[in-house]
């Protein structure tokens, strides 16, 4: 592992450091998973279910190119989404943390917006 990369998470302004070489998902787990007794993360991590899906804004990561087509499409990558487990971070980076739904729901990742209630900003509350 190498120097340290801040992961910048818009749009509620959070950082984690995370080091050269590891995973996105990685820094981002060590940072929230179980924070306040609950569960912040769960999904293959092995690029199969999409459940950490995120789109980089900048910086670099080394996507690892072998994950499911169907969990994140070629056109999506296009478009700045990685999988955040399948991702080993190069530079600082800016990602925006997609909100799940429907039957991905089991898959929530970080509760961001439970540590950021009071700030509402720009996003879709349905309840
Ligand atoms: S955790 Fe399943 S694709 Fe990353």
Partial sequence: ???????RIEPQEKEVTGKEGETVLEALMREFYGREGR????????GGCGACKMQVVSGEV?????????????EERTRGYILA???RLQTNIVIRIP????????????????????????GVDNG
Avoid: P
């Fill in 39 to 46: 569960t912040g993360f769960y999904g293959c991590r092995r």
């Fill in 62 to 74: 080394n996507h690892d190119s072998t994950y499911s087509r169907a969990a994140l499409t070629d």
């Fill in 85 to 87: 487990c399948r991702s």
């Fill in 1 to 7: 592992m190498g120097t340290d990369c801040v992961i």
């Fill in 99 to 122: 909100k799940r739904k429907s039957r991905l729901g089991r898959y929530r990742i970080f509760d961001l917006d439970q540590h950021e209630s009071h700030q509402s900003v720009g």
